[in-house]
């Protein structure tokens, strides 16, 4: 057991470039470990994961990464300064959101949240985790149930570019606007091409649906028609 401890020590050392030892108080968990390496130079474990649970569970890879792009393009207009790491958490809430298929469509978002948050993913931290997996749950359906994550607003501001790339993408197709517009601060005002939204009744029925959602927890929500 001592000398397999002290390979795994020896391991850390050259991983890290460590050269001192020094007794500390805490210790250091196994999943900090991981987070560490997970953001070493240009490799990134996470990525990784996402890849392996994607497999795993079956995800439509090109619609998850359609989704990831929209909602990515979307949380930019609206905080284009974001934090590196809120960007990562979007970007996997939206490659892993539908794992839960794999349990039941019926409330597939509930299962895929379970899944994340207490799922083993390397190169994720708990509060990664916790994260990512209140986004998942908050990607479709009722807002109360994440009334914690709205409270802060670049949080919500993710919640908000997940939900309407999902919507805009619930066809699993491709889609490409020309002119389009998103801000929220204490409103939101999503502007889209009067004749896209013409040619796509479903979707606006769709983003209307959610106008109603945000406006249930207090927060109005204009769509407007580009000419």
């Known amino acids: 057991m001592l000398a397999g401890g002290f390979a795994v020590l020896m391991a850390i050392f050259e991983t890290f470039g460590l050269h001192e030892l020094r007794a500390a108080k805490g210790g250091l968990r196994l999943g900090v470990l991981y987070d560490l390496l997970g953001r070493r130079e240009s490799h990134d474990v996470r990525d990784s994961t ?25 949380f930019r207009a609206i905080v284009p300064s974001a934090a590196e790491e809120s960007v990562k958490h979007l970007l996997i809430a939206a490659q892993l959101h539908e794992v839960g298929t794999a349990v039941s469509h019926g409330d597939y978002h509930k299962h895929s949240a ?10 994720f931290s708990t509060f990664d985790q916790r994260n990512i997996a209140e986004l ?14 709205l409270e802060e607003p670049e949080r919500a501001a993710a919640l908000l570019a997940l939900r309407l790339a999902v919507i805009l993408h619930h066809a699993r197709r491709d889609v490409v606007f020309e002119r389009w517009t998103l801000r929220f601060a204490r409103s939101i005002d999503l502007a889209l091409e009067r004749t896209w939204l013409e040619q796509h009744p479903l979707t606006r029925h769709l983003l209307e649906e959610e106008a109603e959602q945000w406006q249930r927890v207090g927060v109005r929500f204009t769509i407007r028609e580009l000419n």
């Open 50 to 74: 996402a890849e392996r649970w994607q497999l795993r569970f079956g995800v439509d890879r090109a619609q998850s990464e359609r989704v990831a792009q929209a909602a990515l393009n979307l």
């Open 136 to 149: 998942v749950l908050g990607h479709r359906g009722n807002l109360r149930k994440v009334s914690a994550l």
């Open 114 to 123: 379970y899944l994340i948050e207490h799922g083993d993913l390397p190169g």
